[in-house]
Structures are given as structure tokens and as C-alpha cells.
């Protein structure tokens, strides 16, 4: 139990369902789906990438939302895994910390958001790429874009750039530390702003839908190519020799 | 000696039509699918010519390929390992749908259903990706038989560096004009830039015959490889979000039978057979500074199958004796390595590429002819091959890295060819001399007569079925009636060269009751009566 105690009345049904049965099942539901994925459908695992259809805006765009998301995963395992009292012992108390992080958190969710913004314009703008564009792409773009808007309003909010400020450090790092440690503790949640709330369960919601989407080709980031000879040599596989019936992506031409 | 064999291809395009039969039979084999409609795993180029994609040859601009640093080392074009992986979000040197051309069907319902009128109805084109109506403006070979050439032919790659290079001008007025046809595949390289570039390691070399492929499973989309192929001839399917390329129909390669391409070649120019080569000098040969070295350097990596020292160490490194055997016949052997009168394309790609061409000598003959000379007398072949400077350059940029030698080489043996077999075969008498000029004995030539002019199916293909001693063990031989069009239905069935001939039966029955499946099994197909899966009119009795 962390020393700074709050409210320590049970928790309502509604706060029991948001911060202990929520990321439980949406993890579950991420790990499971993965171990699934990868086992039944590594064929649909790609990037699936659309820069044939139109590379100027994405070569601008992709790059930002990546580079951006990419800073902005790495703030959270700074924010949400590092406890207070560790920064605290090396001597950086919560108000240099946030000095410190808030001009990269401003810069790597600005990098995002309007990374991302381009992206999705640039599939509707793009008649090649908007004609390739799936549902679960759609509803993927949705759950995230909400994580992202939120995420950017909260690291805003935290700051002070709007409203009063607030040190997410005392409340919703201690809850998602204790979610992970398994002795989850809602009350420390229940009490955060309401952004911060809806910025978490917009989050979780994404780690559920990751599997199912196109979100898994992060999971695929090649570094092990550093490290590999240039040349691939592999011998014929016995499974891999001859015809088949068609398999997904070897369907007939589309005639629409 | 690290001793490996590689299938290998040669095109004799003195003989090519520009049919486009293959890239046809190639399309229905493989690309008539969603998502790769836009892509030929075998296309043919009208030379000189943008080629497909367009431009693709200017590595200036699409980087593909290997370059040597300046310590020497062999790196690939696009760049390092680290700046292509801070590169991944945005691959900076891929073709755009624009490079390649937009896929389009017809609105041929429009035709039936249109009401009378005074007019025909037309069937519009529509867009293939996104099903609207849209303007064809480019293909695959939009410039085919220098259609447009006055306008697009000056921005053929090799046609810009010439006129850098020499200064001078390549015509493309219609008397003044050359042409000839280029059919292009996957090289199937022994230094292969598309397999180094992939950072998922999805792509591979068969170590068995060499063939290139992609792993299906393993890639990612991270387009790479599109970039890393100088030939561009890796395919980004849109629709799976996978990489692509020309298989060299490994299906029907490993049931000895040879590629479609090479099988429905209305022109019969296509030869196949093994190459042994030796694997531990590739670096270092596609390594030698001069990019002109390369051609003899890529020479040197091929052994020579009939010494007894090579077919040692090939049995030593577990290549099969049948497969040692396939080599000494191979075709491609001979007319690479023995006569060179086959080129690789473009070596300066440092990929050793494994698909050669013989140049064709028709330009020079016919520019002879057309000026009333005899355009089967050595001697005018011989000045002519010298005297007509540009389309050899042009060649050499294309073969041999802009070195004249070797081109003119090949085209004195096929003039010398020429002109000997007329004597021969109108009962002159023969002129030994002819054939010594170019280094080679009225018997010698004669063999490449028989080799370029006559040679049987079984002459042309040299193609040892593979080995599936292992395979066959796992293989699952009973469920043969599983596969396309077969009774067993929807499982995916798994034949190899081996239940091919068991196949071979089923397929027999099938041709005589009236199959209708959508499905048609080009890949199996044996090139005898009806495909599987093609609908049949009426029952056959040939079997």
C-alpha cells in the first residue's frame, strides 16, 4: 500500500468495471488475440501500406505520426512506470520533473496528432487510398485518433497549458503500477480528472482492438535485421512445394 | 569451394516477336489476382523505351542495387542497415502506382445491357482499385513497338546516358529508328539486392536451385525489396500488403517440367538449365572495382561441370548426381559460359544476375539489308557491327556495363553463324576461315547452330526434376484427390513434384468428365490437353 491514502470507501460498480475489469480484459484480450493472430493468420500481418497509391503526403506524415508515437510510448514508461519516489531520490522533485518532460510530452503528441491528422486526411483526400480503406481500418482510426486527442488534451492539462494542472504521478501511475502488479486499487483512479479517466479507458480500448487490426505490424519492428547476414539462404519446404488452393490473397482478380 | 546450383535462364531476343505471349500465360498463372493487377512477373519492353516500371534502370534516381564504398566494401544503394531502418516509415525510393500504371477493367456489362440506340454502346475503363471510371494514360507497355517513341524514347535511361556519354544522338524518326524487344523476368541473382534488403529476412535463396522467393508469412510490408531490385521486379501486393516477385514457377521447375513463360514462348528463344557456381566467391566477384569487370567476373563464379574435380566437390556439397548430370547438358552452361554469346543484364547491378540474353544481331542485319547489302556476308556483318556504333552502345550499356568487346564478341559469333550456315546449307563451299575468325571450328559452330535454330524441347529445357526423398515422406500423397478442381473440396491440398505425377492420373480422369471450375492450374499443367480446371467442351479420348 502506497503511503498517500485517499478515500477508502469500496468501489462503486461503475469504478470496479472501469479500473480492475477493463484493462484486465482488454489486455487478456490483446495477449490472447496476438498469440491467435500470429498463429492463424500470419498472411494478414503487414503493414498492409498504401504508399503505392500516394507517397507526398505520406512521406511527410508517416514519419512524423511514427517518430511521434514512438516518443510518446516511451514518455509513458517514463510517466506511468517510473514511481515518484524514485525521481525523488535522485533529486528531482515533481516540479522540475515536469519542467523537464513537458516541453518533449507538448513535442511528441503535437508530432502525433498532426501526423496522425494528415494520415486520415490523406486517406479520405486520396480516391486510391480512401477506396482501399477498410472498416476495421475506420474503426481502428476512431479508437485511436480518441486515445490520441485525449492523450494530447491530458498532457496539456497536466501542464498547466489548460486548466489547473494536475500530477498524474500521485494518482493514475499508481493505479496502472498496481493494475499490473495485480492488487489493483480503482480508488486512486476514481479520483483523477475526468480527461485522464476517459484518456485511459480510449487507451485500453485500443490494446484490445490491436490484434484485430493493422496496429499489429508494430509489434513486427525489424531490428533483428541489424544484426543479419545480407544474403538468406533456406532450403525448399517440404509444405511449401507445389500448387494449392487458393488461399486468402490468391483469390481472382476483383471484377467490380 | 562452396559448390551450389542455380537454375538459370537464356533469351535469345534476335528470336523475340514481342508477342507478349508469356507475360500472358504468366498473368494467368500468377498476377490475376486482387491487389497485383498492375504487376507482370514477366513483361516485355520495346527497347529503346521507358521500360516497366518507367525509368526503372536510372538508379540515380531509384537507387537499386549494390555500389562498393569507398573502402571498397559491397553496400546496397539505398542506403545502410540503419539509415533504411530510420527510413521505414516512409520508403523514400519506392515506385508510386503512377511509375507502374493503374490497373483498369471494362464496363463490359454496358455492351449487353445498353438499350438500342443509334449508336454502339462502348465499354468504359474503369479503375481496377478503386471500380470508378478513369482515363488510361499508361501501361505496361504503352510504348510498345516505339509507340510515342519521339516523345518518351529520349527519356529512356540508357538513351540519356549515351548522349551524355558519346554525344550523340539515338534517332527515333521511323526510318532512322532501332528497335528490338526485351522480355524481362526475375533474375534470380546470385547476389541478391531485394533478399539483403528485406529487414524481416521473408525473402530467401533456395539453396537447392537458387530460386528467389518471398515467404508470404514472414513479410511484413516493409517494401524494401521493391526498392532494393534494380530490375524492379519485387511486387508490392496492395491488397495483402506483401511482396511479390516471379516465382520461376518453382511449382512446375521442381516437377522438371520448365517455367509457363518459357513453355508457351511462341518463338521458342528461351533456354533453361542449372548452373554450378561456386558460392564462397560471390562477394568478392560482384566486389572487383570496374563495374566492366563484373560480366567476366560473374563468368568466373560458374564451374565448369565437366571437371572431375568440380562434380566432386558438387557431390561433396549434396548435390545430386542426376542434378550434376542436368549441368553438364545445361544449355544456359553452354551459351554463357562456353560460347558467350549470352550476356547478363545490366551487371553493373552487382547482383549477378542470373537470367542472360544472346543480343540480337536483326538491328544490324537489317539496317544492312535495308541499304542493299548482303546481310549474310561475314564481312559486311563484321563492318556493319562496328560501323553502326549506336546500337551496340546501346547494347553494352545494357549487357555488359557499357563495355563494347564482349557484345561485339557475341554478334561476330552469331554473324559468323549466319553466314557460315548459308554456305552450308546451299552446298557452297564451306569457309572454315568464318568460323576461326571468331574463335571457334566449323564444328563448333554448327553445335550453336543446332543449339539456336533446332533445338528440341528436351534440348532447350535441361530441367532435373527435384529431389523429394525427404519431402515425399511428409508429403501427404493421399490427399492428391484435395487438390484445385478435385473431388475432395475445400482443404488446402498440398502437391509437390512428387504427387505431381501421381496428379497426372486424376488429371486424366477429370479432362474427361466436363470440369467447370473457376480454378484453372496453369502452374501443373503438363502443356497437354486442357489445363485443370479449364472448362471442357467436349469429352477427349487422347489419354
Known amino acids: 500500500m502506497s503511503a498517500f491514502t485517499v478515500a477508502q470507501s469500496a468501489p462503486t460498480a461503475v469504478e470496479s468495471i472501469l479500473w480492475i475489469a477493463l484493462p484486465y480484459v482488454a489486455l487478456a484480450v490483446m495477449i490472447s488475440g496476438l498469440v491467435w493472430r500470429y498463429r492463424y493468420d500470419r498472411f494478414g500481418w503487414s503493414t498492409r501500406s498504401s504508399q503505392m497509391y500516394e507517397s507526398r503526403i505520406m512521406r511527410i506524415a508517416s514519419p512524423l505520426f511514427h517518430y511521434g508515437i514512438i516518443a510518446v510510448g516511451l514518455g509513458h514508461v517514463l510517466g506511468l512506470l517510473v514511481p515518484q519516489s524514485w525521481t525523488d531520490a535522485i533529486g528531482i522533485d515533481a516540479h522540475l520533473y515536469h519542467s523537464l518532460t513537458m516541453p518533449l510530452s507538448i513535442a511528441a503528441g503535437a508530432a ?89 479507458v480510449a487507451g485500453f480500448l485500443v490494446f484490445a482492438a490491436w490484434p484485430f487490426t493493422r496496429l499489429v505490424h508494430a509489434l513486427s519492428a525489424p531490428v533483428q535485421y541489424v544484426a543479419r547476414p545480407y544474403i538468406v539462404y533456406r532450403s525448399r519446404e517440404p509444405r511449401s512445394a507445389g500448387a494449392r488452393t487458393a488461399r486468402r490473397g490468391w483469390e481472382p482478380t476483383r471484377r467490380d | 569451394m562452396k559448390v551450389m546450383a542455380q537454375v538459370g535462364m537464356v533469351m535469345n531476343l534476335d528470336k523475340c516477336i514481342g508477342c507478349h505471349t508469356c507475360s500472358v500465360t504468366c498473368k494467368q498463372a500468377w498476377t490475376n489476382r486482387d491487389g497485383v493487377e498492375y504487376a507482370w512477373f514477366n513483361n516485355v519492353e520495346t527497347r529503346p523505351g521507358l521500360g516497366y516500371p518507367r525509368t526503372h534502370e536510372d538508379q540515380d534516381r531509384w537507387k537499386g542495387g549494390w555500389e562498393l564504398t569507398r573502402s571498397g566494401k559491397l553496400t546496397l544503394k539505398q542506403g545502410g542497415r540503419l539509415k533504411r531502418l530510420a527510413t521505414i516509415f516512409s520508403n523514400p525510393l519506392m515506385p508510386g502506382v503512377e511509375d507502374y500504371y493503374e490497373p483498369w477493367t471494362y464496363d463490359y456489362d454496358t455492351l449487353l445491357s445498353a438499350p438500342q440506340g443509334s449508336t454502339s454502346p462502348v465499354a468504359q475503363p474503369h479503375s481496377a482499385i478503386t471500380g470508378k471510371p478513369m482515363r488510361i494514360t499508361w501501361s505496361a507497355n504503352w510504348d510498345d513497338n516505339l509507340a510515342g517513341a519521339p516523345e518518351t524514347a529520349p527519356e529512356d535511361p540508357i538513351v540519356k546516358k549515351l548522349h551524355s556519354d558519346v554525344n550523340d544522338k539515338i534517332r527515333f524518326e521511323y526510318e532512322q529508328a532501332f528497335m528490338f524487344y526485351l522480355p524481362r523476368i526475375c533474375e534470380h541473382c546470385l547476389n541478391p539486392a531485394c533478399v539483403a534488403s528485406c529487414p524481416s529476412g521473408a525473402m530467401y ?29 519485387v511486387f508490392f501486393n496492395h491488397a495483402t500488403g506483401k511482396a511479390e516477385k516471379c516465382t520461376m514457377c518453382y511449382p512446375r521447375i521442381e516437377a522438371g517440367m520448365p517455367t509457363i513463360c518459357s513453355e508457351t514462348c511462341v518463338g521458342r528463344l528461351r533456354y533453361l538449365g542449372l548452373f554450378l557456381y561456386d558460392a564462397d566467391k560471390v ?46 547438358k545445361s544449355p544456359v552452361y553452354r551459351l554463357a559460359k562456353e560460347f558467350r554469346v549470352a550476356l547478363p543484364l545490366h551487371p553493373e547491378y552487382r547482383t549477378m544476375p542470373m537470367v542472360w540474353y544472346i543480343p540480337p544481331l536483326s ?70 576461315e568464318i568460323a576461326e575468325a571468331v574463335g571457334q571450328t566449323p564444328a563448333s559452330i554448327l553445335e ?77 499443367w503438363d502443356g497437354k490437353g486442357v489445363p485443370l480446371g479449364m472448362p471442357t467442351l467436349r469429352v477427349r479420348n487422347d489419354d
Open chain 1, 112 to 200: 502525433t496528432l498532426v501526423g496522425f491528422v494528415a494520415l486520415v486526411a490523406r486517406r479520405r483526400a486520396s480516391a486510391l487510398v480512401f477506396s482501399r480503406t477498410t472498416t476495421n481500418d475506420k474503426v481502428m482510426y476512431l479508437f485511436l485518433g480518441a486515445a490520441i486527442l485525449l492523450g494530447v488534451f491530458v498532457s496539456w492539462y497536466a501542464s498547466g497549458l489548460v486548466g489547473e494542472g494536475h500530477n498524474y504521478r500521485e494518482d493514475v501511475s499508481v493505479w496502472l503500477r498496481s493494475v499490473l502488479i495485480f492488487q489493483p486499487q480503482p480508488e486512486y483512479m476514481a479520483q483523477a480528472p475526468l480527461g485522464f479517466q476517459l484518456h485511459v
Open chain 2, 448 to 524: 550453336l547452330y543446332r543449339l539456336l535454330a533446332v533445338a528440341k524441347y528436351e534440348d532447350r529445357y535441361v530441367v532435373p526434376a527435384a529431389h523429394n526423398e525427404v519431402a515425399a515422406e511428409l508429403d501427404s500423397l493421399a490427399c492428391a484427390l484435395d487438390a484445385v478442381g478435385g473431388p475432395g473440396g475445400e482443404g488446402p491440398a498440398t502437391v509437390s513434384a512428387d504427387s505431381f505425377h501421381v496428379l497426372k492420373g486424376v488429371r486424366a480422369e477429370q479432362r474427361t468428365a466436363a470440369t467447370t471450375s473457376a480454378d484453372v492450374n496453369l502452374p501443373h
Open chain 2, 283 to 328: 562477394t568478392a566477384a560482384a566486389s572487383v572495382k570496374n563495374p566492366r569487370d563484373l560480366y567476366e567476373a560473374q563468368l568466373d563464379l560458374i564451374l565448369d561441370p565437366h571437371d572431375p574435380e568440380v562434380q566432386a566437390a558438387a557431390r561433396r556439397d549434396g548435390i545430386a548426381q542426376d542434378w550434376i548430370d542436368a549441368a553438364r
Open chain 2, 363 to 432: 538491328p544490324v542485319a537489317d539496317a544492312l539489308r535495308e541499304t542493299g547489302h548482303d546481310a549474310e556476308d561475314a564481312s559486311n556483318l563484321f563492318g556493319a557491327l562496328r560501323s553502326l556504333r549506336i546500337p551496340i552502345e546501346y547494347l553494352a550499356e545494357l549487357f555488359t556495363a557499357g563495355d563494347v568487346a564482349p557484345v561485339l564478341r557475341s554478334l561476330d559469333t552469331l554473324a559468323a553463324m549466319r553466314s557460315f550456315m548459308r554456305d552450308h546449307n546451299l552446298g557452297n563451299e564451306a569457309q572454315p
Open chain 2, 205 to 233: 535463396k533456395r539453396s537447392e536451385d537458387g530460386i528467389v522467393l518471398v515467404d508470404q508469412d514472414a513479410c511484413r510490408g516493409w517494401r524494401m525489396c521493391v526498392t532494393g531490385c534494380p530490375y524492379k521486379k
